[in-house]
């Protein structure tokens, strides 16, 4: 840091390294152009002395000498009143001493005035080589402040390419990761690609029928003696060992109605529309549960969330997505099957006068434990679609940030390609009339 004293408030103040580099060359320009035009008005004021000077010399010795002539032309004008004849031949030699005289007068007044030329011919060859100096000093000064700004210029578009470069390829890096997440969240909503919902729950049950269903019954319900009919009917039987079931007792039956959301978006109807048909048709044909697997309400945070018991409405009835067909078939089946054990068990009991207060209690306890798994798995599941959603919103966030980087270091890069020398010494004069001088080519004459 430098300390600087200001000339007219006498007030010190610092600058820093570049602002006393730029200070210091604007006063060394500055008193570069006071000496140049100082030493020009010497040159000039030293000519017109010289002439001045040569002009008096000169003046003084020709009315000394026309005085003396004078002098002389009267003396013999005296003489000549004395003798004609004398008088003539002093006149004839007086003119003729007269004539070399003003002619000696005219060479040295000649010579005076060549003097005179070869003087000021003299300055001005001196002044134009100290202006050609000076301007060759600038001309390699401009060169060099020319290549800097060449090279700060490719500089910049080098790095701005770089920059351009690693940004694309995160940009493209982040595109593909929300298209996976979007993919993968499409997959969990519903797995159909081209395919309608009824034959989509058809082919994922077939697709484990004979591992996890062996015994089952799954089928479209075809019986509209009633007025109406569901899609399909699905009915499992299980074997207790040691009980009367041992010949494959029905242990739970579900109706199951599909609703596509291409189906009914004309009507824009709701999955409680369905509900009361829906618990028509089990009472119907005698399933114990209804299940409605619906794409309806596409954006209903609460059908999106996982199963949802709407059996404070109808009893045992369930709302669910196409994924989790396979999951409520399971875990409906798994109850009745637990169910079917404990009846056995209770039958047993029975037979033996033992009182059943205990297994009342268990199969309580069994119902609470399976509703607490069953919650605990809702809500997993709907956590798991939020952080999805939520990493998806933010690497579209980050996207967006990489576009708005993108174009900021297109406007710098427009701003680095506009910029030019006339703009740089907008606002310095002296740099701008130097390159004024420069563009006319030759110094222009100073008189």
């Given amino acids: 840091m430098h300390e600087i004293n200001c000339p007219h408030c006498k007030k010190a103040f610092k600058v820093d390294e570049a602002g006393y580099a730029d200070i210091l060359k604007q006063v060394r320009d500055h008193e570069f152009e006071k000496q140049l035009h100082e030493r020009l008005e010497l040159a000039e004021q030293d000519k017109q002395n010289a002439v001045e000077l040569a002009t008096s010399k000169i003046s003084r010795e020709l009315d000394k000498a026309s005085a003396a002539k004078d002098a002389e032309i009267k003396e013999l004008n005296a003489k000549l009143a004395a003798g004609e004849d004398a008088q003539k031949l002093a006149v004839m030699e007086a003119l003729t001493a007269l004539e070399k005289e003003r002619d000696s007068l005219a060479n040295e007044l000649k010579q005076a005035a060549q003097d005179k030329k070869a003087a000021a011919e003299l300055a001005e060859a001196k002044r134009l080589h100290e202006l050609q100096q000076a301007t060759a000093a600038k001309e390699t000064q401009l060169q060099s402040l020319q290549s800097e700004l060449e090279r700060a210029k490719w500089e ?60 089952a019954y799954f089928e479209k319900d075809n019986d509209a003696r009633s007025g109406s009919k569901g899609d399909y009917i699905f009915r499992d039987y299980g074997i207790v060992e040691g009980s009367a079931d041992d010949a494959g007792t029905e242990t739970v039956s579900i109706m199951f109605e599909m609703k596509n959301e291409s189906d009914e978006t004309a009507t824009k109807k709701k999955n409680e529309d ?174």
């Fill in 156 to 215: 910049k578009q080098l790095e701005a390419s770089t920059l351009r470069e690693r940004y694309e390829a995160q940009i493209k890096d982040r595109e593909g990761e929300i298209e996976r997440l979007r993919d993968m969240k499409a997959r969990l909503s519903t797995k159909m690609v081209g395919e309608t919902l009824e034959q989509h729950c058809e082919t994922e049950f077939n697709r484990i029928r004979a591992t996890a269903f062996p015994k």
């Fill in 274 to 447: 369905f509900l009361k048909e829906l618990d028509k048709d089990r009472n119907e044909k005698g399933c114990e549960y209804a299940v409605l697997v619906s794409l309806l309400e596409p954006d209903s945070e609460l059908y999106n969330s996982g199963i949802v018991d709407v059996s404070h409405r109808y009893p045992k009835m369930y709302v669910i997505r196409p994924q989790f067909f396979i999951p409520i078939i399971t875990l409906l089946r798994n109850a009745a099957q637990n169910s079917l054990e404990y009846k056995a068990e209770l039958a047993l009991v029975k037979s033996q006068n033992i009182d059943i207060t205990n297994f009342e209690s268990d199969l309580d306890a069994f119902k609470t434990g399976f509703a607490r798994n069953y919650e605990l798995a809702s809500k997993k599941f709907k956590t798991a679609i939020d952080e999805i959603d939520k990493t998806i919103n933010h690497l579209q966030k980050t996207k967006d940030a990489l576009l708005g980087s993108e174009n900021n270091l297109r406007l710098a890069n427009n701003k680095a390609d506009d910029l030019t020398v006339k703009k740089l010494t907008k606002r310095n004069p002296t740099m701008a009339a130097k390159f004024d001088e420069l563009k006319v080519g030759d110094a222009p004459d100073i008189e």
